[in-house]
C-alpha cells in the first residue's frame, strides 16, 4: 500500500543551527503536502504546506521543498530556536482523498 | 479562545462502558475528522463528515460511531469501550480540499 514516511525517528541540533526534517512519499498520485508540529499535550499545528505544481514554498523561518522525482518532501527550518523542540508529521494528500500521515520525528534542539 | 475544542481532555473509564467525545468549531469549516494517535503509529483517520447530512469512514471505524449535529459539532462514541482503545483523540477542521487540516488539542482516553 502507498506510505509516508520519515528516514529518521529522532533530530538533534544546536541552537541557531538550520534543521532540515526530511520526509519520503510512494504515493506519485499525491498532489497536497502539509508539514504539522506538535509539541507535548497539544494538536498537531499546521506550519506550512505545498501543492505538486511547486518545488519550494516558503513561511517564516521555514522553507518546504518537494522533489517529485524521487518522491521526497523536507522541512526547513532556519536557526533553531528551544521553541522548534517538538515531533514533526509530514502528511501527503490525492486529490478529494483523505490526508495520509507519517509517524512523526522528534526534533530536539540544544541550548 | 481556540478555533478547535474538544471535551473532555481528558477521561478514564472501564471496559464496556460507553463514551462520547465532542468537538466544536469556531472556524466555519465544512470537513470535520476525528483521528486517534497511538505512540509510533501516527494519526490514523476514524470518521469525516464534509457537511451536516455527510458521514465517510475512514480506516479504523470498527467500534466508533459518529453523529454531525451541526456545522460546528461533530462527536465521536464509543459503544462499548475496550482497552486496545486507549489512545489520543483528536478532531480536526477543514475548508475546501487541499487546504489544511486545523486540529483540537485532543482527548486523552483510557480505559482500564
Known amino acids: 500500500g502507498e506510505s509516508v514516511g520519515l528516514h529518521l525517528p529522532t533530530l538533534s541540533v544546536q541552537e541557531g543551527d538550520n534543521s532540515i526534517i526530511n520526509c519520503a512519499y510512494s504515493?506519485?498520485?499525491?498532489?497536497?503536502f502539509i508539514w504539522y508540529k506538535q509539541e507535548s499535550g497539544k494538536g498537531p499545528q499546521f506550519i506550512i504546506d505545498?501543492?505538486?505544481?511547486?518545488d519550494k514554498r516558503q513561511g517564516q523561518r521555514v522553507t518546504v521543498l518537494l522533489n517529485k522525482t524521487v518522491k521526497h518532501l523536507s522541512l526547513q527550518i532556519a536557526a533553531t530556536q528551544p521553541g522548534d523542540s517538538a515531533v514533526y508529521f509530514c502528511?501527503?494528500?490525492?486529490?478529494?482523498?483523505?490526508?495520509?500521515f507519517g509517524k512523526g520525528i522528534t526534533l530536539s534542539v540544544r541550548p | 479562545d481556540a478555533d478547535v475544542t474538544q471535551t473532555p481532555r481528558n477521561r478514564i473509564t472501564k471496559t464496556g462502558k460507553r463514551i462520547m467525545l465532542e468537538c466544536s468549531q469556531t472556524?466555519?469549516?465544512?470537513?470535520m475528522y476525528w483521528y486517534r494517535q497511538d505512540p509510533g503509529l501516527g494519526l490514523r483517520l476514524i470518521y469525516y463528515?464534509?457537511?451536516?447530512?455527510?458521514?465517510n469512514k475512514g480506516e479504523i471505524s470498527d467500534g466508533y460511531s459518529v453523529s454531525r449535529q451541526a456545522q460546528a459539532k461533530f462527536s465521536l462514541s464509543l459503544e462499548s469501550a475496550i482497552p486496545n482503545q486507549t489512545a489520543l483523540y483528536f478532531c480536526?477542521?477543514?475548508?475546501?480540499?487541499?487546504?489544511?487540516?486545523?486540529f483540537g488539542d485532543g482527548t486523552r482516553l483510557s480505559i482500564l
Open positions: 480536526a477542521t477543514s475548508d475546501l480540499d487541499n487546504q489544511p487540516q486545523h
Open positions: 504515493n506519485s498520485a499525491s498532489d497536497y
Open positions: 505545498i501543492r505538486s505544481n511547486m
Open positions: 502528511a501527503e494528500k490525492v486529490a478529494n482523498s483523505k490526508l495520509t
Open positions: 472556524k466555519g469549516h465544512d470537513r
Open positions: 463528515s464534509f457537511d451536516v447530512k455527510d458521514i
